[in-house]
């Protein structure tokens, strides 16, 4: 007889997803109230409907911790081709939704299946990597592994919906906790930024930051076969860096800018430069494989690396140009943030700045924040509601909400590592690495640090699937925890 | 160690997101004096859509302002309704129920309660809008008719609906779209861009100035003029030759597939659908089931094209080689086939007749020859019948045609496959006279009076048409797109053409047209009659024949080709070949000789006919 019971339960994880949806509600209601009087029976104000679907979140939740363990890992891979399905469905079904063909309309609601998409891939490759057979430093095991995660991210793609896509990268946390190669990190993250930087500025630019860093690379490595300096050249690099980051900013105020003119890019330009080979030095110098013998295939694996970027970048930039079609390169450009519409670059980001900065340390008070009451950040209970956290609850407030998060992500950590079964630990990744993908890219969107992707903050975010799909994730996990005590 | 990496990577981002809030909300003060006076309005710019002229630079479609009374939810302070109310002309509920539908909209984004009030009820309400927070008022533009015609091809524009709204992010709820016609068809090059202005306002509701000096604020874009290949003399005098009679005419040029005319009738006049009269008139006209006013028949009506599509199957005898000009062909009152002696019948004439002749007096035997040797000539009928339809279907039949109007149907050409299925081939065999009635136009062949129209030009043409269309220029350019540009071949080659249009020609001076010449004028043309059926209560009953004309004229460098059809109008040149005629003086000769022709169409109508078939009495046809 199986103990599980609710004593197992990991209780501080659910007392943090009850603190962040409640909370979340708070600022749902906030940003979308207007001055009539408070029902829970009008369903044309968000808060109304999201008090229902939390609500029902409470019935999910009891279901995902009556079913029995075995059920999840057994049907794993049932689960996950129904999901499959449920993403191509679209494609028939599909409703449209400002420009995406996301949701299925099922009477007054609309369910969006990619939200539910996560935890059946993310059970797809617990099941895969904990099967006895698998061995992740094989490359056929690595493909398939690859495709599990892949396949939902490409037919999600095209609907459009590249933000949720892009969530999948978040399954390299547990490919890389199971014992990856970490090349594949690098190159993958390094493929990342070429891409999206590509796109922001020309491949040209791209390719001249990417020789400048190969070079500093070069350089170090060269150096460091001189041993015995190699503390003082750590330093050295290490303090030029910091001196060039500071200079950086430094030039950058404002006053400054406009004094020195078109003389302050120059001196900009010169200075990224100098950062980007200073960088590549560094990290070159912390690499430990070298040999002064093989220095002769080393430069014609870099001038191999070198072609490589440079194809990546100008082939990023034809397909771009010219493959894809008009509406195609609109979609990049709206996620980019490039996109030209009737509310000008960069409007939404810069409304959403605003909202969070005038909030000073505690904020103007819950429904208190005139940014939010005037509706000037577009699609606040959705994507930005992080926003109004930081107008009506200030710099207390906001890192509150972020200290939470990353308890809570320490807390899954903690979790996944203390777990017998694989399978357990490996979804316990998947999980952590969604929820940390959601978190940063919101919160680097919102507060302007990264382009405009609309991709939800977990559990706070306004919306019936978005919530579900989180719930169901983090649950699942929560009750494989529980039952870690009956694995051998 | 790579445990270490991610709480490395979490906390790290932890530390970066704390220390942009750190930068955002506490070092850098600015963003709090920002959000002070951040009130911002948000104020579209609506451009004026894009005039329509005529082929001649006439003026036909133009704008008129008009109002719109807006509503933003959340700005909505308690006011007096009854005052409203009677302000407006409207009763509390329809209010209540507005303001409830704005809400459900958007709290935030302005609504429209009351659509387009005219420039005096603008005028009074003024005034008086400042004692109701969080209503305004929008001008927008309205469509100004200069014209009486032609409404099935300019189309009309109307409040765009929510579906599309949710497609489409340019349109706003209340913004104008175009529904039908030319204003459907090119309405991105007829709207414009709209504009964005910012206007900050401080906290107390004034306003202080563009929102950051304007930096996101755009301008309005004016919509482009079109000008349409239409005649718009030509199109209101076919208008008004189709008073009481139900059909269509299609007039094209030649020479580059411009549709000069596109008559259907029954009609309305485009100022019907209008502004806020739009709503009650659109409804009366789409509940006229019978008379269908908004049913485009140049475009959509479907129907047996009758002897008109002869010429088609004397041109692919003479191209598949199996007929000569000259070999004349005997007619007993009829064409004899099959085993029992069954009979596709004729009128009289003399015979034998060859083609010139045989065209002129439109001799069903001669066709029935011609077609049944075209389908015979290959090993199997189905393969005949194929390689008929790839000749016919070049002509641009049996398909969409792809000219640049948001409606139309496809017409039918039938393939092998067709008859294989109704003759339950392969259990049972079929021949070629099984597919008799094909060629006299009156079997499964069914086409659109443009296509008609547009087979006529490629005759004309002596084989090759241009795609109908009837966009010339926009903002004074020519159009550049290819599929009107670029001439359609078809199967048939060039020399072929010269005996079937001097058959047509003789239509005219010896056949069946004969009373319908144009002094000076060489026409050619072919009448039809296309027998038809209605179902009344469940049983199929003929009803009077459809009168067809096809014609172009002048026979040598043609200026225009027509099509005309009018529904039980009985023979081919009691309705349609003097329509046709009529038509084709006009527009050559500028002004009609033959008054007494003009008088006896204006004054004939065909609505008895029509009501034939509701009177639920028995009647005779053909009459």
């Known amino acids: ?488 | 160690m790579r445990k270490l990496l991610l709480y490395l990577i979490i906390i790290t981002t932890g530390i970066v997101f704390i220390a942009r809030l750190f930068y955002l909300q506490i070092y850098n003060t600015s963003y709090a004096s920002l959000s002070e006076d951040n009130a911002i309005k948000v104020i579209y710019d609506y451009p004026q859509r894009g005039a329509i002229y005529d082929r001649d630079g006439k003026l036909l479609v133009t704008n008129q302002p008009s109002y719109d009374v807006m509503v933003i939810p959340r700005e909505l302070k308690p006011f007096d309704t009854l005052e409203f109310c009677s302000i407006l002309n409207i009763t509390k509920e329809k209010l209540k129920k507005r303001l409830k539908k704005a809400r459900v909209y958007s709290p935030r984004v302005p609504s429209i309660v009351i659509p387009q009030l005219t420039k005096d009820e603008y005028a009074y309400l003024q005034e008086k809008m400042r004692k109701f927070d969080g209503f305004y008022i929008q001008k927008r533009s309205l469509r100004e008719y200069q014209t009486t015609g032609a409404a099935n091809v300019l189309g009309y524009i109307g409040e765009v609906n929510d579906a599309l709204i949710r497609k489409d992010p340019y349109y706003l709820s209340g913004d104008l779209i175009g529904i039908g016609g030319v204003e459907k068809q090119y309405e991105k090059e007829l709207r414009g861009i709209k504009g964005v202005k910012r206007i900050q306002k401080d906290r107390f509701n004034r306003d202080i100035g563009p929102y950051k000096n304007g930096k996101f604020d755009t301008l309005p874009v004016n919509g482009k003029d079109l000008t349409l290949t239409l005649d718009s003399k030509l199109q209101a005098y076919g208008q008004k030759l189709m008073e009481n009679k139900r059909g269509g005419i299609v007039v094209l040029e030649p020479a580059s597939g411009e549709i000069l005319a596109l008559v259907t009738a029954p009609t309305y006049k485009p100022e019907l659908l209008v502004g806020r009269k739009r709503s009650p008139n659109f409804t009366k006209l789409v509940y006229d089931t019978i008379g269908k006013p908004l049913y485009d028949r140049g475009l959509k009506g479907e129907y047996p094209p009758g002897s008109p599509f002869k010429t088609i199957n004397a041109l692919i005898g003479l191209q598949e080689n199996v007929i000569d000009v000259k070999e004349g062909i005997s007619c007993r009152m009829g064409y004899y086939y099959g085993k029992n002696g069954r009979k596709l019948g004729c009128h009289s004439h003399r015979s034998p007749l060859s083609m010139i002749p045989g065209i002129a007096n439109s001799c069903n035997a001669y066709f029935a020859t011609v077609y049944r040797r075209i389908i015979e000539k290959y090993d199997t009928p189905q393969k005949g019948i194929d390689t008929w339809r790839e000749h016919v279907q070049s002509f641009g039949l049996g398909n969409y045609l792809g000219y640049d109007l948001p409606t139309g149907k496809r017409g039918k050409v039938p393939t092998s496959e067709y008859y294989n299925k109704i003759y339950q081939y392969p259990t049972y065999k079929w021949y070629a006279t099984a597919t008799l009635s094909n060629s006299i136009g009156q079997g499964e062949v069914i086409a659109t009076p443009i296509q008609l129209a547009n087979m006529t030009a490629a005759i004309a043409n002596r084989g090759f048409y241009y795609t109908p269309h009837i966009i010339k220029n926009v903002n004074g350019k020519p159009i550049e797109n290819e599929n009107y540009t670029t001439p359609k071949v078809t199967t048939i080659d060039k020399e072929h053409f010269e005996p079937v249009i001097e058959g047509m020609h003789q239509v005219y001076t010896q056949g069946t047209a004969l009373s319908l010449q144009v002094e000076g004028i060489e026409i050619c043309g072919k009448t039809g009659t296309a027998e038809n059926f209605t179902k009344i209560n469940g049983k199929r009953t003929q009803l009077t024949d459809h009168s067809v004309f096809i014609a172009f004229a002048p026979k040598d460098n043609p200026k225009i080709a027509i099509a005309v059809f009018i529904e039980n109008g009985y023979w081919g040149s009691r309705y349609a070949g003097k329509i046709a005629s009529l038509m084709i003086e006009k527009h050559i000769n500028g002004t009609i000789s033959r008054t007494d022709l003009e008088k006896w169409l204006l004054t004939h109508s065909l609505e008895e006919e029509y009501a034939k078939q509701y009177s639920g009495e028995p009647f005779k046809i053909n009459q």
Not at chain 1, 140 to 163: E, K, N, S, Y
Not at chain 1, 188 to 202: C, D, E, K, M, P
Not at chain 1, 419 to 431: A, M
């Open chain 1, 1 to 488: 007889m199986a103990k599980s019971s609710i004593a197992a339960i990991d209780w501080i994880t659910v007392l943090l997803f009850i603190a962040l949806v409640g909370f979340g509600w708070g600022n749902i209601y906030s940003s979308s109230y207007d001055n009539e009087a408070f029902s829970l029976t009008d369903f044309s104000h968000a808060y109304v409907r999201q008090a229902y679907w939390i609500l029902f979140s409470i019935v999910l939740i009891i279901i995902t911790q009556a079913v029995e363990v075995k059920f999840y890992e057994r049907f794993a891979g049932l689960i996950y081709v129904i999901s499959l399905l449920s993403l191509l469905g679209l494609f028939v079904f599909g409703k449209t939704i400002s420009g995406a063909t996301s949701w299925y309309q099922l009477g007054p609601a609309s369910i969006q299946p990619s939200e539910f998409a996560k935890a059946c891939t993310a059970l797809a490759l617990a099941k895969f990597l904990s099967d006895m057979q698998t061995n992740i430093n094989l490359l056929g095991h690595q493909v398939r592994a690859f495709l599990i995660i892949a396949i939902p991210a490409i037919i999600i793609i095209p609907q459009p919906d590249p933000g949720s896509a892009l969530v999948y990268a978040a399954f390299f946390f547990p490919l890389y906790r199971e014992g990856l190669a970490a090349i594949y990190l690098i190159v993958g993250a390094a493929a990342a930024i070429l891409f999206v930087l590509t796109l922001l500025y020309s491949p040209v630019f791209v390719v001249i930051g990417a020789l400048l860093f190969l070079i500093g690379f070069l350089i170090s490595k060269s150096i460091y076969t001189h041993r015995e300096r190699k503390s003082k050249i750590h330093l050295t690099t290490g303090l030029s860096i910091s001196i060039l980051i500071v200079l950086y900013f430094i030039l950058n105020i404002e006053s400054i800018v406009t004094k020195l003119g078109i003389l302050s890019h120059i001196i900009n330009l010169t200075i990224i430069s100098l950062l980007i080979i200073a960088i590549g030095f560094f990290i070159g110098l912390l690499s430990k494989k070298k040999s002064s013998e093989r220095q002769k295939i080393r430069y014609s694996r870099f001038i191999l690396v070198f072609i490589v970027i440079t194809g990546f970048c100008f082939s990023v930039n034809y397909i771009f140009n010219n493959v894809f079609e008009q509406r195609h390169r609109d979609r990049f450009n709206i996620v980019l943030g490039k996109e030209v519409d009737s509310k000008g670059i960069g409007y939404n980001t810069n409304q959403s700045e605003i909202a969070i900065g005038s909030g000073g340390w505690t904020g103007k008070g819950w429904k208190e924040g005139t940014q939010t009451k005037g509706g000037f950040v577009p699609e606040q209970s959705t994507d930005y509601i992080f926003s109004t956290v930081g107008e009506e609850w200030g710099f207390l407030g906001a890192t509150l909400i972020i200290i939470l998060f990353v308890l809570l992500l320490i807390r899954l950590i903690h979790l996944a590592e203390r777990q017998k079964s694989q399978f357990s630990r490996v979804y316990g990744y998947s999980v952590i690495g969604i929820l940390f993908i959601h978190f940063a890219i919101n919160i680097g969107m919102v507060t302007g640090l990264m382009p405009t992707i609309g991709i939800p903050l977990p559990f706070f975010s306004y919306g019936g699937s978005g919530l579900w799909g989180f719930t169901i994730l983090l649950f699942i996990f929560i009750k494989l925890d529980s039952n870690r005590v009956n694995e051998w």
